[in-house]
């Protein structure tokens, strides 16, 4: 593992259904966050954390979950998926919470 | 409310200089962060401001005005690799980036 991985790299799923997005580093950063990214708008935190063991809301959170276990994982729940949530979503990591944020490459979800 | 604003499309040639601007009203300032954005790529680090002043990074300047809640990047020198979006964030005074939409820049030959 180098850097940010995430999975899948692109679903289509169906509305109703249960969906995690994973998550996961390998540069030991405290923080870890969720976003989404829809055409015309700039990227919306959904959740994060800015250690192990806590998560915090962003400013679009409903519909998501997530955990953090531990330092390198940070799982996004869908708990049941609708169309509004069809976007593409990047995970990012920063070593302390106020430095620069390193993105993984994204994931790309359809929800029909 | 918290707000971004930066324009939607540039178009340049290569060779040339071009600064795109962004202006915010957000809930604190804790710096401003540039960031480039490939089509279909992840977002990637170009420049910080959090004092007044210009920061110089190579082919790329950063600008920030607080007072006028102002800050441009100035790319010189423009490449054809230099085709990309190019996303302004403002850290709130919770710590959180407050993205604007980003400004896709063309360059054309």
């Known amino acids: 593992i180098a850097g940010i991985t995430q999975a899948p790299t692109s679903q289509i799923l169906a509305a109703g259904r249960r969906m995690t997005l994973r998550c996961t580093q390998d540069?030991?950063?405290?923080?870890m966050y969720w976003y989404r990214q829809d055409l015309g708008l700039g990227l919306r935190l959904i959740h994060y954390?800015?250690?192990?063991?806590?998560?915090g809301k962003g400013e679009v959170p409903d519909g998501y979950s997530v955990s953090r276990a531990n330092t390198d994982d940070f799982p996004l729940t869908l708990a049941s998926a609708v169309p509004s949530q069809t976007s593409v979503y990047f995970c990012a990591t920063s070593p302390t919470g106020i430095d620069e944020q390193f993105f993984g490459p994204g994931t790309r979800l359809t929800v029909l | 409310g918290q707000n971004i604003d930066q324009p939607t499309e540039m178009t340049a040639t290569e060779g040339a200089i071009v600064q795109i601007n962004c202006t915010y009203q957000t809930s604190g300032f804790n710096g401003l962060f540039w960031y480039q954005q490939h089509a279909g790529e992840a977002p990637t680090f170009l420049s910080y401001n959090v004092l007044d002043g210009l920061e110089e990074k190579g082919r790329f300047s950063s600008f920030l005005s607080r007072s006028k809640g102002y800050s441009y990047l100035l790319l010189k020198e423009l490449q054809m690799k230099d085709s990309a979006s190019y996303l302004c964030a403002v850290r709130d005074s919770n710590y959180q980036l407050i993205w604007g939409a980003g400004t896709k820049l063309i360059i054309k030959p």
């Open positions: 954390s800015n250690t192990a063991g806590t998560t």
């Open positions: 540069m030991r950063h405290n923080a």
